[in-house]
């Protein structure tokens, strides 16, 4: 081949990989309730947990340095719908005035985005803090919120690929699902109830908390683990259902997965069970794992990861154009770098009550602002945040600036006669 044959070649084959990067193709986006990431097997944990989640990330990539923006369900999940901070949406609660906020209805979203080009667009959650009071169907022509949505990971599959079964045609679809298994009380159904935890949910599975947020009875924590870890492999066992649904279905091929979880879970790794109360990693390092058209197989991507970086990435696989307010990165860009500022704050159990992280190069802070301290971590000798160091000047001036962001919408204040009896069942108050 001459070299003007060789060139025009690769422009040929330049102009089909950018037009493969445009084209469009369906979403199916997967938020897993209460999944730390290092409880799942491609992310280094000894027991088989995931073994679904760990062939979407061989097939697709995995970010192994991924932070939550919030360590409780309903701002979290609002930043991987918005891809704003909390401090940006605010939707959440104000523990110390009992207000509890949903999304503002004019708040684009990814499912508001995508409903605007034209894709079809289905939501099936599994908790009362996802649903139409909080204004999380906006932009979903189909909506199906159950209020406590315990044990119905395989019920949800199942109208998922329904769904999907009834919604494949010329036209994209994005389908979000929720899980909601994983989060207390654990559990599972057989065999998973004794796959790690040889006595089941008949043992000693009546939790025991101090009114700090402990445990009375710290012999209990194995046996809580034991059982978060078998729903988490039970979950794992109904995303896989969910995965060879859209292989049987022909719709692997143009389809792209996006998996992570809202926020994690934490064993007493800082005197504490559960989650909402803290932003250390236990509760804020999440998974995420992209699959499909466009994205890398088989990589591993260790550049900081957050959920703001979702709908980023989400639409610049499908070169769908961000919206102005955006605040993560497309992840597959390049665009990232190691000293990027990633906050995190809202929490709804106290004290503290308020509460705001910043990591950036390395180092993590925490800031209180009601009794107006800062505690500082070096991640990289120090990564379970064991022993606080002095706060860096610089760290210390991000996260207060992070704490005084405006909002960029305002959230909608909720009636507390509205959320009292769900929040109740769910154990938030
Ligand atoms: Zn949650």
Redesign the pocket.
Known sequence: MSAGGALAAVLALLLLLSGCRGRKRNVVLIIV??VRADHLGCYGYPRDTSPHIDSLAAVGTLWSNVYAQSS???P??TTILTGLSERSHRVGMKVSAGEVYGMNEQMPTLATILGSRNYRTAAFFN?Y?MSRQFNFDRGFQSFECHDNGHGRAGVTVDQALGWLEEARSDQPFFLAVHL?DP?DPYAPPAPFDTLYAPEGIAGDSVWEFTPEGGLARPSQKEHLMNLYDGEIAWTDGQLGRLFAGLREMGLAESTIVALT???GEEFLEHGYVG??RTLYGETVNVPLVLSGPGVPAGRVDSSAASQLDVLPTVLGLLDAGLPDHAEGFDLLAGEVTRSRPIPASGVNTGPPFELASLVMDGRKVLWYPEADTCVAYDLMSDPLEQNPVEADPELQQAVLRYWATPPVFQPVRLESMEVGPALRDLGYI
């Open positions: 309730d209460t409780w369900t309903l979290a999940t908790v803090l909601f989060h979880a809202d926020h989650h909402g």
